[in-house]
């Protein structure tokens, strides 16, 4: 007679490699680059822009939990001088450095932003960045394993 669980294939569990911590900032760094680029349109078609991020909160009379749609401050990346255009590339706080004392990129006029954010969301994607993101974001150091815990005699 055979069972359900002798038609499945069993086997011991994997182990599955962690992934480079470049990979989590890379996602981070191009969605940051997403919002810049809707702001930059924005300000370009004469609309104003807000973005919103998705928080859960505890109802305090029921004890529910729901999630909420709450405006959060984006701060524009570029700059412009004269109506002449400038943009920065931040991580955190930071300001990324492309080339060894130069973190400006020169835009020129307001039109080119799409353009020049998408051609750096590309170069994010592509990897070539990471060396100047991990010099401004250190990998930490990898967490121990679970039980892994030294025990106290």
């Known amino acids: 007679m055979t069972t359900l669980l002798s038609s499945l294939k069993v086997i011991a569990r994997p182990k599955i490699e962690p992934k480079p911590p470049i990979l989590g900032k890379r996602l981070k760094l191009i969605e ?7 702001m930059a349109q924005a300000m370009i078609d004469g609309q104003s822009y807000e973005a919103f991020k998705e928080k859960t909160i505890k109802d305090p009379e029921t004890g529910e ?17 004269n109506d002449h255009y400038y ?31 998408e051609t750096l969301i590309k170069a994010v994607e592509a990897g070539e960045l990471d060396t100047q993101i991990l010099q401004l974001s250190p990998a930490k150091p990898p967490k121990p394993a679970k039980g892994a815990k030294a025990d106290k005699a």
């Open 65 to 81: 939990r729901k999630t909420v749609r709450k405006r959060k401050a984006v701060r524009p990346w570029y700059f412009d001088d």
């Open 32 to 38: 940051k680059l997403d919002e810049q680029l809707a």
């Open 87 to 117: 943009f920065e590339i931040k991580v955190g706080l930071k300001t990324l450095e492309i080339d060894k004392g130069k973190a400006a990129i020169d835009i020129g006029n307001k039109e080119a932003l799409p353009t020049i954010i």
